[in-house]
């Protein structure tokens, strides 16, 4: 039976600490970040979810407005609105930090490999939600507005518009990371190129019934989602045959 070496133990409980440290300081530094860009963005509150709320407010009948039906909802909406925003701004750091803290343990092929995929998801989720809100929105509340029966005022509450919104962003910014997704489960060995051009079909049926379960209850949002989803597969079948072409281990 070997004695157990100390001096082994104490640098393996001395490197976890350092690590938990450094840890708890890119945490530090990038909520620090997110509560400036906050602080920031409360006085613009109110004009922020002016903005947000424009592409129902244009499609709204005349005499229509927003309501709120809660007592708090006129301070707490726009704040939370803010928040999110706030958030929305400060990912690039956040997601910076994580990365500057995870990349030492990463071999060389995986850095090279990841920092393009974490640079395109981020892009990617911003494009999604560009997308929802200057093309997707508009059309849907025109569809809305225009079924909306006689007799039935259209008068959305801001609380529930804000929820809808962050709802379709998150919606869109996901189903915009498909060629993220694509790269990942070819890199790990799920599927090669071969397979993912031969499931192009799947893939097809698959983005229009995601796309009919996502927007609202019109042909033309799920049309609108549903073919960039399918562009944006081909764009990851190009990306797995140009970033992994060359061999993974160096």
């Known amino acids: 039976m070997t004695a157990r070496d100390p001096s082994a133990e104490d640098q393996l409980e001395e490197g976890l600490f350092s690590h938990l440290i450094e840890l708890r300081g890119r945490l530090l530094r990038a909520i620090v970040v997110l509560l400036v860009v906050l602080l920031a963005l409360v006085p613009l509150a109110n004009h922020l979810y002016a903005e947000l709320a424009k592409p129902l407010v244009e499609k709204m009948p005349n005499g229509a407005h927003l309501i709120a039906t809660e007592v708090a909802a006129p301070f707490v909406t726009p704040l939370k609105l803010a928040f999110y925003v706030a958030l929305f701004i400060s990912m690039p750091m956040i997601l910076y930090q994580l990365w500057a803290f995870v990349s030492p343990g990463l071999y060389k092929h995986e850095k090279?490999?990841?920092?393009?995929?974490?640079?395109?998801?981020?892009?990617?989720?911003?494009?999604?939600?560009?997308?929802?809100?200057?093309?997707?929105?508009?059309?849907?509340?025109?569809?809305?507005?225009?079924?909306?029966?006689?007799?039935?005022?259209?008068?959305?509450?801001?609380?529930?518009?804000?929820?809808?919104?962050?709802?379709?962003?998150?919606?869109?910014?996901?189903?915009?990371?498909?060629?993220?997704?694509?790269?990942?489960?070819?890199?790990?060995?799920?599927?090669?190129?071969?397979?993912?051009?031969?499931?192009?079909?799947?893939?097809?049926?698959?983005?229009?019934?995601?796309?009919?379960?996502?927007?609202?209850p019109d042909l033309l949002s799920m049309v609108m989602l549903a073919v960039p989803m399918c562009l944006l597969y081909e764009l990851g079948l190009l990306s797995v045959r140009f970033l992994l072409k060359a061999p993974t281990r160096e």
């Open 112 to 216: 090279r490999l990841a920092r393009p995929l974490l640079v395109a998801s981020l892009v990617l989720f911003y494009a999604g939600c560009a997308f929802a809100y200057f093309v997707v929105m508009p059309a849907a509340f025109k569809f809305l507005n225009a079924v909306t029966p006689d007799g039935v005022a259209m008068m959305t509450d801001i609380t529930h518009y804000l929820d809808f919104v962050t709802l379709m962003f998150f919606a869109f910014g996901l189903c915009f990371e498909v060629p993220v997704a694509v790269v990942i489960l070819a890199a790990i060995g799920v599927v090669d190129a071969e397979k993912l051009s031969k499931g192009r079909g799947y893939a097809i049926v698959g983005a229009f019934a995601i796309a009919a379960f996502i927007t609202p």
